[in-house]
């Protein structure tokens, strides 16, 4: 069974880079055609896409966000990380890391709230 | 970039009643390649729907999902007290982004 579990800082100070990896575990990072990604949920509000990588390393990134969000990929370590540059207090969300598959959710880990502020 | 817009908001039924949620599409959908996921408080989304309408492993069959081009249904024949929760579709056939709609949240009435 695929788990996922996110770690990272719970507290980012503004203009400051959110960090945050996903350790992945029973399975591969680098098999099968999987995409790994990164969802967001401010509080009180909906899910918000914000990209995916897949274990070659090719990413996508949702345009709102293109310009301040990277992922990259660690095969040797079965992980796989989000940087978001010059955070606001918008950007406090939990943060989800999921396995996708042909378009789909399947994995998913529980979260971790980010909070931005001084 | 296809937006989904999910209705109603908020759906106030009964334990034992149907319950229908409705995700629209700005734009066909192709392949039906629309998801349908449950997330209740304090926990991580969980995939119900696949494929418009391919139940997700250990899914009770009282979930059924429908729909083609710009809109889809997911249905609760008969809700039991744990199906009360937010569910989201979330299109991945005609664009690349992660796209989800707003939500629609079942309560009890």
């Known amino acids: 069974q695929v788990q996922l579990q996110e770690s990272g800082p719970g507290l980012v100070k503004p203009s400051q880079t959110l960090s945050l990896t996903c350790t992945v575990s029973g399975g591969s990072i680098n098999s099968g055609f999987y995409y790994w990604s990164w969802i967001r949920q401010r509080p009180g509000k909906g899910l918000e896409g914000m990209g995916y990588?897949?274990?070659?390393?090719?990413?996508h990134y949702n345009p709102p966000l293109t310009s301040r969000v990277s992922i990259s990929i660690d095969t040797s370590k079965n992980q796989f990380s989000l940087r978001l540059s010059s955070v606001t207090a918008a950007d406090t969300a939990v943060y989800y890391c999921?396995?996708?598959?042909?378009?789909?959710?399947?994995?998913w880990g529980q979260g971790t709230l980010v909070t931005v502020s001084s | 970039e296809i937006v989904l817009t999910q209705s109603p908001g908020t759906l106030s039924l009964s334990p034992g009643e149907r319950a229908t949620l409705s995700c629209r599409a700005s734009?066909?959908?192709?392949?039906?390649?629309l998801a349908w996921y449950q997330q209740k408080p304090g926990q991580a989304p969980r995939l119900l729907i696949f494929g418009a309408s391919s139940r997700a492993t250990g899914i009770s069959d009282r979930f059924s999902g429908s729909g083609s081009g710009t809109d889809f249904t997911l249905t609760i024949s008969r809700l039991e007290p744990e199906d009360f929760a937010v569910y989201y579709c979330q299109q991945y056939g005609s664009s690349p982004e992660l796209t989800f709609g707003g939500g629609t949240k079942v309560e009890i009435k």
């Open positions: 734009q066909s959908v192709s392949g039906g390649y």
């Open positions: 990588i897949y274990s070659t390393g090719s990413t």
């Open positions: 999921a396995r996708g598959s042909r378009g789909v959710l399947f994995y």
